[in-house]
Every structure is written in structure tokens, then in C-alpha cells.
């Protein structure tokens, strides 16, 4: 799968008080699982996404852009439509993240306790529902209107 590669935007990773989140994630390939790394970073310039990277062994890597609210509810009960959905599995421990573009679709899953804190750690740094708080919404209305 290739995946939807987005340059993010904002201030640098390092300067925004949180690490990323690295861990070994499971691709679901029918009965079979295989790890590889997969690293979750947050940006409070950014507030409404967390970039996932995706590095399989000998592969390039695979960057995808999720909102953070849909990780968030993901982790509880069955989340999003089209392109990403996520919801706990059956076994507890685990949440399974559906991507899926042009037809082909990928599924992991990753560890419920290591997102859930580190989610946490993000809501801290900009609580749910205060993302676009501070947004010039006059400076946004201008750029869409090409400086009119």
C-alpha cells in the first residue's frame, strides 16, 4: 500500500514538549501478523492531527496524517469512515487501524495502553474541542480567497 504521504507542518517535533510514540505495530495479513516500527508524533501547531509512520523493514517509509479525535475514539468504540477507521478489538489490549486508498487496504494493530497514554500526554498539550482555539479566522478567510 502506499499510503498518504503529508509533509507536516508547523514548529519542529522536537519543540513541542512530547517524544514521539515508537513502537512495534502488526500488519494483518489474513491469519498471519508482522511487525514493524511504527512511530506516532504530535504537534500543538497542528493541533488536529497525529502523523503515523509507518517503516517496514527494507521498505520505504509510509506517513500517514489521522485526526486525533478519530484515534481517540478509536480507542473505546468502533471510529471513522472511508479512508481510516479504528476500533478496539476483541482481545482488549489491542486497537486495529484500517487504512485503506485506491482499493487497497492495509490493517494493524497496535497496543491500546501505549496509544491511550500517549494520546493523554497530547490532550494535555491541547485539550479536545480547544484545537482551533486562537485560529484568525480573518487571516484563514483571506488565504482561501487568495489574498482578497
Not at 33 to 44: K, M
Not at 65 to 76: A, K, M, N, T
Request: glycine fraction near 10%; proline fraction near 7%; aromatic fraction near 6%.
Amino acid at each position: 500500500m502506499n499510503g498518504k504521504h503529508f509533509e507536516p507542518r508547523g514548529k519542529n517535533r522536537a519543540t513541542s514538549g512530547l517524544e514521539p510514540l515508537s513502537l512495534t505495530v502488526h500488519q494483518v495479513l489474513g491469519d498471519t501478523r508482522a511487525p514493524l516500527q511504527a512511530d506516532f508524533s504530535y504537534d500543538p501547531a497542528d493541533p488536529l492531527f497525529v502523523t503515523l509512520v509507518f517503516r517496514p523493514a527494507g521498505e520505504p517509509a509510509v506517513t500517514w496524517q489521522i485526526s486525533r479525535d478519530l484515534l481517540v475514539d478509536g480507542l473505546s468504540q468502533p471510529s471513522g469512515i472511508g479512508d481510516v477507521r479504528i476500533r478496539p478489538t476483541r482481545y482488549g489490549a489491542l486497537v486495529r487501524v484500517r487504512l485503506q486508498e485506491h482499493g487497497a487496504t492495509a490493517q494493524f494493530d497496535v497496543g491500546l495502553p501505549e496509544l491511550q497514554e500517549w494520546l493523554t500526554r497530547t490532550c494535555a498539550l491541547v485539550p479536545i474541542g480547544e484545537e482551533l482555539r486562537g485560529v484568525d479566522w480573518d487571516a484563514v478567510t483571506r488565504e482561501l480567497l487568495g489574498g482578497l
